[in-house]
C-alpha cells in the first residue's frame, strides 16, 4: 500500500492549521503559546482519510519567517503540498520563501488552495486567483489544480478531499527498497517507556524488534514499539509517519536532525559534494566560502560552501561545490537541501547531494574534479559504479558501495556481476559478502604485490614468504584483516599467490638456490653420520660457513619444514633420526615396561648428553612419562 505525506505550505495567517482542521477535525496547534497567539509555531502532525480510503499523513508547517526552520524540518518529508493562500491578502512574503522551498526541494505534485473565500468577493477572487498563477509561472507547481475554500463555512472542502485523493493516486511513494532513514524532527520521553521519536520514514521499513542506529551519533539501540497516527503497528513502511520507543536511550543523546537509520548503513560527514542552485531572488552572488545555513532533512547546521568552478556564484546560477559543516551530518545522494543565509537568515539557494561522504577535500577548478562530479551525478549507474570504485581501491562491500553512490544494493550485486563478465570488476566473495575492485586496479594490485614478493624472496630465500600480517600492514592497510584474507583468497585462486598459514609467497618461488641446497645437504649427511650424537648447531654452521644471521634463517627454514627438530638448547637432531629413537624407545618400552636414562644411553650408544635431553623429548610427546628416575610408556602409547 502507498503511503503518502501532505504537507502544507504558505504565509503565517493564511488559514494552513484551519484548512487541516476543517479536513480532518483535529487542531493541530498543541502549544499553549500557539494556542494564545494564534499561530504555528511547531511542526503539527495528523492523518487524513481521503474519499478513496486511502490513509495520508499530513504535517502542518509554521508560516512565519521566525519559524522557517521548523517548517523545513517538516517540509523535506513532503510527498505532496497543499499552497496555501489567503484570499484576503493573495501572495505575501512568506508564500514566496515557502515556494521557493518547495522549488528546491522539488515537491512537484501539489494543490494551491485559497483560503478564507468568505471574506472576498468573486471580482476580488478572480484577481488573486490570476495574481497567483502568474506567481507559480514556472516552478513545480505551475500547473497544480487550484481550489478556492472556507475553513469556517465548509466552502470546497469535499471538492479539495476529492482533488487531492485524484493527486494522491498520481503522486509516487518513496521507495521500501534499502535500509530504513527516519529522520527525526521531535523528540520526547513517556514515563514508564522512555525515549520516543517521530519523523517520516523516508525509505526502507522498519519493524518492533529490529536493531537500528541513530546518526550522527553512532549510537545502536532497538525499536521498542511502534506507533503511526496514534496506532500500535509492529511494521512502517516509507512515506509514514511513525514514532519509535527506543530502547536504552536518554532523550538528551538524541535531537531533531537526527537519522534514525539501518546499522551500518549510512555514514556521518562534515563535507558534501553538491550540485548548487542560487535563487535569482537571493539578494547578492554567493562568494566563495560563505558561511551559510544548512538544511537537510529534519536538521540544520552551519557550514561554507566550497565553490568548485566559480569564485563568486550569480544569483539564478548553478555551481559544483562541496559544503563544509561545523557538524556531522547524514545524507544519501540524491538528496535535497536548503541553504539560508547566515544574517539576515533568508532562504537563497539549495540542490542536490552528489556525494554524501567524499573522502577528501576537492581542489578547484580542476576537470577533472568536475567531470567527476558530472558522472556521479548525471552518469549510468555502471558508470557511476566504476567511478566510485575508482576512487575506492580497498575493497568496498556492497553495502559501502550502495551507501556512497546512492544505488540499490540489489542493482549494485546485478551490476558487479555484469561488469565482471566484461572483464571490469573484479567480485571478492567473503563471509557471505561481496566486495569489488576494478578489474584494473585487481591486476595492479596483483603486479605490484608479485613484485614485493619476489623482491622479499631474493633477500629472504629461506624464507616460506611475506608475513601476512607485516605484508597487510605495509600494502593494504586500509584492510582490516578478514577482508585481506578474502582478497588472498581470490588471488591464490587466480594463480596469482600461494599462501600457506602464515605468508604469502608468489607462486613461481621454489626455496633455497642451488648453492645453499648444497650446504642443507651437507649439514643434513653430517647429521645422518652423527646419529644420535649430532653436532651443536653453532659447529655445524660455522663449518658451512655462514654468517650469524644466514645461520638462523637456515635454522628457522629447516625447523618450519620439518626437517629438524629441536630437542635442546643449541641441539637439533634430524627428524627421521629421531623417528627411529622413538622407535626403538617404543620396543624397549613393549618389553621392558620402563626404561632409565643410561639404558636409553645403552640402546642408542650414545651418552648421557644426549640421552637425558631426548627423553625429555619424548617426554613431551607423551611417548614416555616420567616417575622418578625411570620413563613408563607414555599417553601416545596407549
Known amino acids: 500500500m502507498k503511503h503518502l505525506i501532505i504537507g502544507t505550505a504558505g504565509h503565517v495567517d493564511h488559514g494552513k492549521t484551519a484548512l487541516v482542521k476543517a479536513m480532518t477535525g483535529v487542531d493541530t496547534d498543541r502549544l499553549k503559546e500557539e494556542k494564545e497567539r494564534g499561530i504555528s509555531i511547531e511542526l503539527g502532525f495528523t492523518a487524513l482519510k481521503l474519499p478513496g480510503g486511502r490513509k495520508a499523513g499530513i504535517v502542518d508547517v509554521p508560516g512565519h519567517e521566525r519559524f522557517i526552520k521548523n517548517m523545513l524540518a517538516g517540509a523535506g518529508g513532503f510527498d505532496l503540498v497543499l499552497l496555501v493562500i489567503a484570499a484576503d491578502e493573495g501572495v505575501m512574503p512568506q508564500t514566496r520563501e ?14 494551491v488552495v485559497l483560503t478564507k473565500a468568505d471574506l472576498v468577493d468573486e471580482e476580488w477572487l478572480d484577481l488573486v486567483r490570476a495574481e497567483v498563477q502568474d506567481f507559480l509561472k514556472g516552478t513545480v507547481l505551475e500547473k497544480a489544480p487550484l481550489v478556492i475554500v472556507s475553513a469556517v463555512t465548509g466552502q470546497g472542502i469535499g471538492s479539495l478531499l476529492e482533488l487531492l485523493d485524484r ?18 524532527d521531535r523528540v520526547f520521553s513517556v514515563t514508564g517507556f522512555g525515549t520516543v521519536v517521530t519523523g517520516t520514514l523516508v525509505a526502507g521499513e522498519i519493524r518492533v524488534g529490529d536493531s537500528v542506529e541513530v546518526q550522527p551519533q553512532g549510537l545502536i539501540t532497538r525499536v521498542r514499539s511502534l506507533q503511526s497516527h496514534g496506532e500500535k503497528v509492529k511494521f512502517a513502511g516509507a512515506g509514514q509517519r511513525v514514532a519509535a520507543n527506543l530502547a536504552g536511550l536518554e532523550m538528551e543523546q538524541i535531537s531533531r536532525g537526527s537519522v534514525v537509520a539501518g546499522v551500518n548503513s549510512i555514514t556521518p560527514s562534515n563535507r558534501l559534494d553538491v550540485h548548487l542552485l542560487l535563487l535569482k531572488s537571493a539578494a547578492r552572488p554567493l562568494k566563495n566560502r560563505a558561511r551559510v545555513r544548512f538544511y537537510l532533512g529534519s536538521g540544520e547546521t552551519l557550514g561554507r560552501v566550497v565553490l568548485l568552478d566559480h569564485e563568486e556564484l550569480a544569483p539564478g546560477a548553478m555551481a559544483y561545490a562541496q559544503i563544509e559543516l561545523e557538524e556531522k551530518t547524514v545524507a544519501v545522494k540524491g538528496d535535497r537541501f536548503v541553504l539560508r543565509s547566515y544574517s539576515p537568515m533568508q532562504t537563497i ?14 581542489r578547484r577548478f580542476r576537470s577533472e574534479v568536475l567531470k567527476a562530479l558530472e558522472t556521479r551525478e548525471r552518469g549510468t549507474p555502471a558508470e557511476i559504479l566504476e567511478q566510485y570504485l575508482q576512487g575506492n581501491p580497498e575493497l568496498p562491500d556492497i553495502v559501502d558501495v550502495a551507501a556512497g553512490t546512492g544505488l540499490q544494493a540489489t542493482e549494485i550485486e546485478e551490476l558487479a556481476h555484469q561488469l565482471a563478465r566484461q572483464e571490469k570488476v573484479k567480485i571478492v566473495p567473503g563471509d557471505g559478502k561481496v566486495y569489488l575492485s576494478l578489474t584494473d586496479v585487481y591486476r595492479r594490485m596483483a603486479g605490484e604485490l608479485q613484485q614485493m614478493l619476489e623482491s622479499y624472496h631474493r633477500e629472504f630465500p629461506l624464507r616460506e614468504g611475506y608475513p601476512k ?14 577482508v585481506f584474507q578474502f582478497l588472498l583468497a581470490a588471488l591464490e585462486k587466480d594463480q596469482l599467490v600461494r599462501c600457506t598459514a602464515q605468508a604469502v609467497a608468489s607462486p613461481s618461488f621454489t626455496g633455497p638456490g642451488p648453492e645453499m641446497n648444497l650446504i642443507i645437504n651437507k649439514i643434513r649427511k653430517e647429521l645422518a653420520e652423527a646419529c644420535f650424537q649430532p653436532p ?12 650469524e644471521n644466514a645461520s638462523l634463517e637456515l635454522l628457522q627454514h629447516l625447523l618450519r619444514t620439518g626437517e629438524l627438530k629441536k630437542v635442546g638448547e643449541n641441539l637439533y637432531f634430524l627428524d ?9 624407545i617404543t620396543g624397549f618400552l613393549r618389553e621392558k615396561g620402563e626404561i632409565t636414562i643410561g639404558e636409553l644411553r645403552d640402546l642408542l650408544q650414545t651418552s648421557r ?13 607423551r611417548i614416555t612419562r616420567r616417575v622418578g628416575d625411570k620413563r613408563l ?3 601416545a602409547l596407549g
Open 98 to 111: 515557502h515556494l521557493d522551498i518547495i522549488q528546491l526541494l522539488q515537491v512537484k505534485k501539489g494543490v
Open 349 to 362: 539557494g539549495g540542490g542536490v547531494v552528489i556525494d554524501p561522504a567524499p573522502g577528501r577535500k576537492h
Open 633 to 635: 610408556p607414555g599417553k
Open 167 to 184: 493527486v494522491a493516486e498520481d503522486t509516487p511513494a518513496k521507495t521500501a527498497a534499502g535500509p530504513p532513514r527516519l529522520p527525526v
Open 536 to 547: 651443536a648447531w653453532s659447529e655445524l654452521a660455522g663449518a658451512a660457513g655462514l654468517s
Open 576 to 584: 627421521e633420526t629421531l623417528r627411529m629413537a622413538g622407535h626403538e
Open 609 to 621: 648428553k644426549y640421552a637425558l635431553p631426548l627423553l625429555e623429548y619424548f617426554d613431551k610427546e
Open 469 to 482: 600480517e607485516e605484508l597487510r600492514s605495509r600494502k593494504f592497510p586500509a584492510l582490516n584483516n578478514k
